[in-house]
């Protein structure tokens, strides 16, 4: 079993900056894949950027690619968020699985969320 937990979430201006940790526990990451999602109200939940075991890197194109940084270091998973709009505004989830996949039905390992709210 693996438990994550994130933090870092908050209340920004546009154009503001944050940064969002999942800290995971309960088993090795060493061969898990991890990965930021995101829903906003009223929306289904979406990806945003995936880490894999290996050091590769996905983002979704159209809403956050050079924006957002993912990174990863041990049992932590990190996401820089740069230039934030208001359509960033959502509920973000870490979560993590064995497949090498971006689909979220995949992902056997869910955080509880950090709501990240930018205001104009």
């Known amino acids: 079993q693996v438990q994550l937990v994130e933090s870092g979430g908050g209340l920004v201006q546009t154009g503001g900056s944050l940064r969002l940790s999942c800290t995971a526990s309960g088993r090795t990451l060493n061969d898990l894949n991890m990965a930021w999602f995101r829903q906003a109200p009223g929306k289904e939940r979406e990806f945003v950027a995936s880490i894999w075991w290996s050091g590769s890197r996905t983002y979704d194109p159209d809403s956050v690619k050079g924006r957002f940084t993912i990174s990863r270091d041990g049992a932590k998973m990190f996401l820089q968020m740069n230039s934030l709009k208001s359509e960033d505004t959502a509920v973000y989830y870490c979560?993590?699985?064995?497949?090498?996949?971006?689909?979220?039905?995949?992902?056997?390992?869910w955080g509880q969320g950090t709501q990240v709210t930018v205001s104009s």
């Open positions: 979560a993590a699985t064995k497949s090498f996949t971006i689909e979220r039905a995949f992902f056997d390992y």
